[in-house]
């Protein structure tokens, strides 16, 4: 049996123009201990959130208006403006086709999840993410998280040192040392 992950003091962010989905997530949150998920409308007042107060895991729907999903992650993983250019995101979508979970892995998102959502389903979710830390790649033609998921360790991966960055050891809540 896996010992559970402790989420009370890890920032989460909703980013879903649909409001019954923002309280789901939010529910189910609030049901894993996390006291007080945050919640925007659009890509414009998600920026602003992290902005105002960096998050640990964003939750984000792709589809959304103006500004969808995959241009969010896009502008969180690569403007220089980026208040949390780190931010652990989870896809969360009813686009099931290949080409949108491929489009959301290539803008650099951690994990994807299909709508209709389970609470499990999240918490594997987030738990992946606390559990199974991935490095930070910055190439030419990508930045987010290492999508080779081979290795156990992931400072044993074999790409070139200057094509890995390592998410600081102390960004995150669950790698800080008290």
């Not at 290539?106 to 209709?116: A, C, R, S, T, V």
């Not at 030419?140 to 044993?156: N, T, W």
């Amino acid at each position: 049996m896996t010992t559970a992950c402790d989420l009370k003091n890890i920032e989460f962010l909703i980013v879903d123009d649909n409001p019954i989905m923002q309280r789901i997530v939010k529910t189910i949150l609030r049901a894993f201990d996390i006291n007080n998920p945050r919640v925007a409308s659009s890509a414009e007042e998600a920026i602003q959130a992290l902005r105002a107060m960096p998050a640990d895991i964003a939750i984000i729907d792709l589809d959304m208006a103006p500004v969808d999903g995959n241009e969010l992650i896009r502008q969180l993983r690569t403007e220089e403006s980026s208040p949390t250019p780190y931010i652990q995101i989870i896809v969360l979508t009813a686009l099931a086709e290949k080409t949108d979970v491929t489009t959301a892995r290539d803008k650099g998102m951690n994990e994807f999840i299909l709508k209709p959502l389970s609470p499990m389903m999240l918490y594997k979710a987030i738990e992946r993410i606390i559990k199974q830390p991935r490095p930070f790649v910055r190439i030419e033609s990508y930045v987010g998280p290492c999508r080779r998921r081979k290795y156990d360790d992931p400072k044993e991966d074999q790409r070139a040192e200057d094509d890995i960055s390592f998410i600081p050891e102390d960004t995150f809540p669950w790698n800080r040392r008290n």
